[in-house]
Nanobody
C-alpha cells in the first residue's frame, strides 16, 4: 500500500535551518508530483512548494528564496530544505503525492521555530 513518511522536523531558533524528508513507497515515485504543505492549528493546510516529475518546482511567495524542494527518485524521497526560518514557518508539514488523479498524504512532521 501507499506510504509517505515525513521526518526531519523539530525545534529550531529563528534564522536556523531544517531539512525535511518524505520517504515514499507503494507507487511509481518518479511519475508523481510531490507537494509540501504546512498547517497550523485552526487554519487550513497551506501549499508550500511542489516538484513535478519533470523536476519543475514552484514555491509559495512566503518561502521563495528560503526553501528548496528536491527529489531523489533512486531513494523515493522528496526533501524540503528550509533556511532562514521564521516563527511564521511553524506548523505541521505534510507531504502529498499526486499521481494519476490520486492523492496520498503523509502523517506530518512538526516544525517549531522559536523567536
Amino acid at each position: 500500500q501507499v506510504q509517505l513518511v515525513e521526518s526531519g522536523g523539530g525545534l529550531v531558533q529563528a534564522g536556523g535551518s531544517l531539512r525535511l524528508s518524505c520517504a515514499a513507497s507503494g507507487f511509481i515515485f518518479s511519475r508523481a508530483s510531490m507537494i509540501w504543505y504546512r498547517q497550523v492549528p485552526g487554519k487550513q493546510r497551506d501549499w508550500v512548494a511542489d516538484i513535478a516529475a519533470s523536476d519543475a518546482t514552484n514555491y509559495a511567495d512566503s518561502v521563495k528564496g528560503r526553501f528548496t524542494i528536491s527529489r531523489d527518485n533512486a531513494k523515493n524521497t522528496v526533501y524540503l530544505q528550509m533556511n532562514s526560518l521564521k516563527p511564521d514557518d511553524t506548523g505541521v508539514y505534510y507531504c502529498k503525492a499526486s499521481i494519476w488523479s490520486l492523492n496520498y498524504w503523509g502523517q506530518g512532521t512538526q516544525v517549531t521555530v522559536a523567536s
